[in-house]
C-alpha cells in the first residue's frame, strides 16, 4: 500500500501549488506577528564554506536593506551518518570554495582553528548577544575577531549548542547556509533566495538578478572527452542529465555537450555502497530536487523510487549497451539512462517491471531486456571500476565531472563545467 501511496503524495510535496501555499503560509504568519523579512545566517567561522557564504550575505545586507539578516554562530556537524567522510568533504569545499571565488572575484577568508578559533568564536557570540547589527560586518574583518572577550567558555558553548540545534532544525545540517521563511539556500541557491526577495520588492532601487556573477571564466586546456559518474537513484544526477539533453548533440560517434564527447560512468546508489543516508537528509534532497527542477523547468515528483533490483537493472542494461556499442545507436547508454531517470523520477515508472524496461527500451532497438536481465555478465565489476576511478580523483559523490585535468562534483557546477569546455556563462543559474 505505502509503494503505492508515496508516488501521489510525493507529486503533491513537490509541486508548484503546494509549495505556493506553504510560501503563503509562512509570509501570513510573518505579517499576522508583525515581524520584519528575516533572513538567519548560520555561520561556522572554521569553514571555507561558511566564509565564501558571509560575503554573499554581506552583499544581500546592500541589497536589500529593509531585510533583516541575523547572524548566528554554529558548530560545524559532527554525526557521521549525515557527513559519512567528513575529511574528503572539507578537503573538497576547500578546493571548491577556491574555485568559486578565483571565478565569481570573492575573497578567500581565512580559516581559523585552534585557539584563534576559540576566540572567534567568543567575539562572534558576543557580537550575536550585543550587537546584533554588526554580526556581518564584524565577521568581514577577521582581525577585530581575536580580541580578548569577556564571555565565559561555558556560555559560549551554551550559545554555540543552541544555535547548532536551531540550524538543524531548519532542515539542513551544514554551516554555510541561510534560512528564510520555512527554506534553506545555500551559496548554490542564491539566485532562487534573491528571486523571492524580488518577488517582495524589498530589494533596493537599481537592484535586479543575482549578486553572483561569473567574473573571471575557468580557461583550462582542451580535453578529448567529459567524464560523467552518474546514478539513477540520485535525483541530482537525473537533473543533471536532463540538463546536458537539452543541449547536447548525437553524432555519429556518440553524445556531444558543449562540442565536447560525453562519456557516461554509471554508478551504483549511495545506499547500495553501504553510505547511510538518514531519513532527515533523504527528505532535504527530496525537497531540494524538487525546487531545483521547479526552478529549472524539469519535469519531477511522480516517483517511484529505483532503490535495489531497479538500479541494478539499469545499470544492467547500460553496461549492455557500452558493451555493444555496435549494435546501438550512437550514445544510446546516455539515451536509455535517461529514459530511465525519467520515468523513476517525474512518471512514476517502476524500474523492478521487466515490462516497463523493454517499453523504455523499445525506442532505442533495445528488445532483448529480458535475456540482458538473466545474463552472468561482468556488469558488477565494471560499475565497482567506475566507482573506484570516481575516489581515485577525490570523489564520491554523484553527479559528478572529469574535463581532463579539472575534477568537480554536483550539477550545481555545470555552469563552471560549462567554462572548461570552452563556453561563456554568466554564473550560477539557481
Known sequence: MKSMIMPYAARVLSGSSFNRARDWAYDTMRYCRMQQHTIYFYHAPEDAVSNMMLQVVAELEKRYPNVKIVGKTVLPCEQEELVPRKDNLKSYATRDMKMLSDNLNLKTLPVFEGTVLVSVRKNLIEIEQNAPSKYISSAMDPESLTQTSSLSDASVTDQ????????MKCGYWLPGTVYYQGSVY???????????????NLQAEGVSGCCLKSVNATVVPKADCLEVWLSPRSP??????FRLAREWDIRSDGIYWCDTKLVLKPTMPSAMRGIPIPEAKKMFIFT?????CRHLSIPFGFV???LGAASKNVLKICHHIQSNKDQYKPGSDFLFLLAATTG?????????SVSNLIKLGAPLGISNISEILASDSDWESVIASNKAELEKHSLWGVPSFRYGNQTCWGQDRMWIVKQWCGTATDGPVM
Open 160 to 167: 554555540l549548542q543552541k544555535n547548532t540545534s536551531e540550524m
Open 186 to 200: 545555500s551559496i548554490d541557491r542564491v539566485k532562487m533566495l534573491e528571486d523571492k526577495l524580488q518577488g517582495f
Open 236 to 241: 541530482y544526477s537525473y537533473i543533471a542529465l
Open 288 to 292: 531540494d530536487a524538487a525546487r531545483v
Open 304 to 306: 517511484s523510487d529505483p
Open 344 to 352: 523513476c523520477w517525474s512518471q512514476g515508472v517502476d524500474l523492478n
